[in-house]
């Protein structure tokens, strides 16, 4: 029997839902049941893909072509269970769908409305694709009060009636502000927050309060009575240092144990949190650190590259160092020698990016970390930069550039207007459409024997995700090479370059493909461990 657990939100946005989903579903696997966790975003967007990382931070890309919400990497971070086109949906998707079916005449003339037709559709992907899991937990976006919200609390609030109430459980995660004037932690705010829930016909099991210091007993009487919970279900959140320590708090204060409770579940046995603790001393005692210059477009806004940050602290748990990161956002580079912000740093890494701004920067700190033996690591758009500047200054290319921006005069890069996904031709049209239509996903890449990549992951062939929309031109691979830049990763019909590296450079590699994506903190991935392993040589060199 599959049990639902909702997870909504009160008072502010950006309390940590996503974490405190992950969190919960690592602890839930950690004694030994199936989990399985989804997004339901109120937006009208069809997905974040083309919204812009300001507005939204990182756009996550699963293995099968699903651009979502950041928070479910969280979800596979935590869980490791990958997830699929099916674990995120948004307000833009549903209404798609039921205007096509309205359009095809499916409602037999009948008017389509927000109850039961939206409702009914939001329900139905929740209980898609659960069979043979113990928990489903599922993330509703915003907070309560948005008026987006409202059709996906009406439909969960429903889902209680249709499943039961012992297979289904509330959460709601609010804010206990602390006033220093008055010296208390302030309980109003989730009153009000769960009062706003409590009017749409959804009681809360239990309360999760964000807070930055221990609740007093006082203050957790009062929500109980007043929200209406059990005392033992209201939850401090408390403010922590690594994002990894939160299941082992949550632990602490009984989480799992009040939701398992509330399923009316018994005798449930403790969960291993062996490797949580294990993760938790590496990221807090570290044997050294090393400092690392991530040259970007959206530095502004850490939540843009929260997978990169994530690996990087990865590939630090690796070598049981902590990294130092560095933002730096790549125009200051076209105005500036790079020498000056990154002399001494002890890697450089070029993240993906779209539009022309800031390119120069990026090439020129792709040009220093390979004149100065910096380590660098190139993704995405940071691969082709690299490309770019080997074409202009180890091949003589001259005018070397992509055509996604306007100064170039050869197409070293270029967009990509078909390519294969398994057996199935994939065409774009320049003008098209934007949203979805990028290479998504994870496709296959063989790597060539003796290289780099080859002995960093142990095998010849991998899987990688993608989400770009421009590739680098095969034709100049022999110029490229004669010059010193090897091809060592390529699709398998040899038609799309994957990766390149500098044989005769400390470390040096460009990768096509996101693997930030798929890096986690029990299983880093091979690219940033050794990466952070060849920063930490740098270090000593220094």
């Not at 919204?51 to 596979?76: C, I």
């Not at 439909?155 to 220093?180: C, F, K, S």
């Not at 370059?497 to 903190?521: M, R, T």
């Amino acid at each position: 029997m599959t049990r639902f657990i909702f997870i909504t939100g009160g008072v502010v946005s950006s309390l940590g839902k996503g974490l405190a989903s992950a969190s919960l579903g690592a602890l839930l696997q950690a004694r030994g049941y199936t989990v399985r966790l989804r997004k339901l975003d109120p937006y009208i967007n069809v997905d974040p893909g083309t919204m812009s990382p300001y507005q939204h931070g990182e756009v996550y890309v699963t293995d099968d072509g699903a651009e979502t919400d950041l928070d479910l990497g969280h979800y596979e971070r935590f869980t490791g269970v990958p997830a699929r086109q099916t674990d995120s949906v948004t307000t833009g998707r549903i209404y798609g769908d039921i205007i096509a079916a309205e359009r095809r005449g499916d409602y037999l003339g009948g008017t389509v409305q927000v109850i039961p037709h939206v409702t009914d559709a939001i329900k139905n992907f929740v209980l898609a694709d659960t069979e043979g899991h113990d928990f489903v937990l599922c993330e509703i976006g915003g907070t309560v009060g948005d008026i987006e919200g409202q059709p996906f609390l009406e439909a969960i609030r429903q889902l209680r009636n249709d499943l039961g109430a012992e297979r289904t459980v509330y959460v709601h995660l609010t804010l206990l502000p602390y006033i220093p004037s008055a010296g208390e932690l302030k309980t109003k705010p989730t009153q009000h927050s769960v009062k706003e829930l409590r009017s749409i016909g959804i009681q809360p099991d239990i309360l999760l309060c964000r807070c930055d210091r221990p609740i007093p007993e006082g203050e957790r009487r009062k929500m109980a009575l007043f929200c209406n919970v059990r005392q033992d279900a209201v939850i401090q959140a408390l403010d922590v240092k690594s994002i990894y320590e939160v299941p082992l708090r949550y632990h602490q204060e009984g989480f799992d144990d009040v939701v398992l409770r509330a399923f009316g579940i018994k005798d449930a046995k403790q969960p291993d949190l062996t490797k949580w603790q294990d993760i938790v001393q590496r990221v807090m005692q570290p044997e050294g650190t090393v400092n690392i210059a991530i040259v970007g477009k959206y530095t502004g806004l850490k939540d843009a590259y929260k997978s990169l940050h994530e690996a990087l602290v990865h590939g630090g748990i690796a070598n049981r160092v902590m990294p130092e990161l560095t933002w730096l956002d790549a125009e200051i580079f076209e105005s500036e020698d790079p020498i000056h912000r990154l002399e001494g740093v002890d890697g450089i890494l070029v993240p993906g990016g779209f539009g022309e701004r800031g390119t120069e920067g990026k090439i020129a700190a792709a040009r220093l970390a390979r004149e100065r033996n910096i380590p660098y690591f190139g993704i995405c758009l940071g691969m082709q930069m690299a490309v770019i500047e080997a074409a202009r200054n180890l091949a003589g290319i001259e005018g070397a550039g992509s055509s996604e921006f306007n100064n170039y005069k050869v197409a070293v890069v270029g967009m990509m207007t078909e390519w294969q996904r398994g057996t199935q031709v994939e065409r774009r049209e320049r003008g098209g459409n934007l949203g979805g239509t990028m290479r998504l996903g994870e496709y296959p890449c063989d790597l060539l024997p003796g290289t780099k990549v080859r002995s960093i992951y142990g095998t010849d062939r991998i899987n990688e995700r993608h989400r770009h929309r421009y590739e680098i031109n095969i034709n100049y691979q022999k110029k490229l090479e004669d010059a010193g830049l090897l091809f060592s990763g390529m699709s398998p019909d040899r038609l799309l370059p994957e990766i390149v590296e500098i044989p005769d450079h400390p470390w040096f590699v460009g990768v096509q493909f996101h693997p930030e994506l798929k890096s986690k903190p029990f299983a880093p991935h091979p690219l940033f461990a050794s990466f952070v392993e060849a920063a930490v040589k740098q270090s000593r060199l220094v």
